[in-house]
């Protein structure tokens, strides 16, 4: 049986907010919705993904900012850090973790640039959305097998 991610929940503090700078990101609005109950239901998503996020009032009970984590594939890491940083992201600088596996939590055993022998799935950059939710951007140029 097949089961793929359709949906990751990202708590947030200010809604509309949330919403412009998903928006601003690029990523395409697909909902807003408001029940009379004040349930309010917004769903974004990364141009070229499968998966959306939702955000809004009454969707989660997580602390606004406590989503770490959340990651994004890119075929070239320093032109998504380029197309971020020009939409007016805080964005971090390219990096690699010292282990070269996969990045650490946090800052810890971070490198800079890209990985140094290019390797797909090892270059890195990060940003969080206004309320902090972290997320990682990640350079894939070869799928692994079976991906």
């Excluded at 971070?110 to 140094?116: I, N, S, T, V, W």
Aim: one cysteine or more.
């Amino acid at each position: 049986m097949d089961m793929k991610l359709e949906v990751a929940v990202v708590p947030v503090s200010d809604v509309d907010r949330a919403k412009s700078f998903y928006e601003g990101l690029g990523w395409r609005l697909d909902a807003d919705f408001t029940a009379d109950d004040g349930l309010r239901v917004v769903q974004v998503t990364p141009p070229g993904s499968a998966c959306s996020v939702i955000f809004g009032d009454q969707v989660s009970e997580a602390a606004p900012g406590s989503a770490e984590g959340l990651h994004l594939v890119v075929r070239d890491i320093e032109a998504a850090r380029e197309e971020l940083a020009r939409r007016g992201v805080a964005v971090s600088e390219v990096f690699h973790d010292a282990g070269g596996v996969f990045h650490h939590a946090g800052t810890k055993a971070r490198l800079p640039g890209r990985d140094p022998e290019g390797r797909s799935y090892s270059s890195f950059l990060s940003f969080d959305d206004p309320d902090g939710n972290g997320w990682i951007v990640q350079e894939i140029t070869e799928r692994l097998p079976g991906r």
